[in-house]
């Protein structure tokens, strides 16, 4: 079983930076695929960000597209912690944040693949 509490979201001007932090339980979180999340007032859940044990790939990193650039996935296995640094905000980031975590590295995009999800940061990026 794995727990994962996020933190670091709040209230940010356009422009402006965030780094949302996800600390995991678990004795093994060095080899989970950790994934961020996000899902806007009305919408479907959609892909952020992902990092795989590079056990299992040479790729080890995935963005969305229109985060490719501002932001950066990161992990500290030893403080078992992943990090999504975020610059150059925008309204449209605006959402509640989700860390998750699954044990394979298999469609580290795909929201349903992975099994434990923490309750969510919320991000409000004002214009």
């Known amino acids: 079983q794995v727990q994962l509490v996020e933190s670091g979201g709040g209230l940010v001007q356009a422009g402006d930076s965030l780094r949302l932090s996800c600390l995991a339980s678990?004795?093994?979180?060095?080899?989970?695929?950790m994934g961020w999340f996000r899902q806007a007032p009305g919408k479907a859940r959609e892909f952020v960000a992902a990092t795989t044990d590079t056990r299992w790939s040479r790729e080890n990193t995935y963005y969305a597209d229109f985060v490719k650039g501002r932001f950066t996935i990161s992990r500290d296995n030893a403080q078992k912690t992943v990090y999504l640094q975020m610059n150059s905000l925008k309204p449209e980031d605006t959402a509640v944040y989700y860390c998750a975590a699954k044990s394979t590295a298999i469609a580290p995009m795909a929201s349903s693949a992975y099994n434990y999800w923490g309750q969510g940061t919320p991000v409000t990026v004002s214009s």
């Open positions: 678990g004795r093994t979180f060095s080899s989970y695929t």
